[in-house]
């Protein structure tokens, strides 16, 4: 096993379930309150257009989305989604991911986790 494979491994347990099958750790930026995990979309075309020639188009503005903390940083994921030009149609399509639980900006483990906690899911603010 390679050192990249020994850190996947890991990255699995710390990063929301099924995030990396769609999804490559393109940068982490580290500060003295946050982690911030940056997530690019892999090149991946949408499953739904397979009948139509599809021409990668970049990204889409960046996502960010709550996390557990992790030894007493905030962690953030920034998630950049893939957009896709449908070359027959001329327009623009991109997968769609359920990332955060509905309404809020935090992953789904951690909304849920927040709501036993609390009752609630607290608003925090910017995330950026």
């Given amino acids: 096993m390679t050192s990249y494979d020994t850190l996947l491994v890991l990255a699995r347990f710390i990063l929301p379930a099924d995030l990396l099958e769609c999804f490559d750790i393109v940068k982490i930026e580290n500060t003295a ?19 139509h020639s ?18 007493d940083r905030k962690v953030s994921l920034c998630v ?11 327009s623009i399509i991109c997968n769609t991911f359920e990332l955060t639980a509905q309404g809020t900006r935090h992953s789904k483990e951690f909304a849920s986790f927040l709501k036993g ?7 925090y603010g910017p995330l950026s």
């Fill in 33 to 51: 309150e946050m982690l911030t995990i940056h997530l690019d979309e892999q090149n991946l075309p949408p499953l739904s257009s397979r009948v």
């Fill in 80 to 90: 950049r989604r893939r957009k896709w030009l449908d070359k027959e149609t001329g």
């Fill in 54 to 71: 599809l021409e990668s188009k970049g990204f889409l503005p960046p996502v960010y989305i709550r996390d557990f903390p992790i030894r």
């Fill in 117 to 123: 906690l609390l009752g609630e899911i607290p608003d």
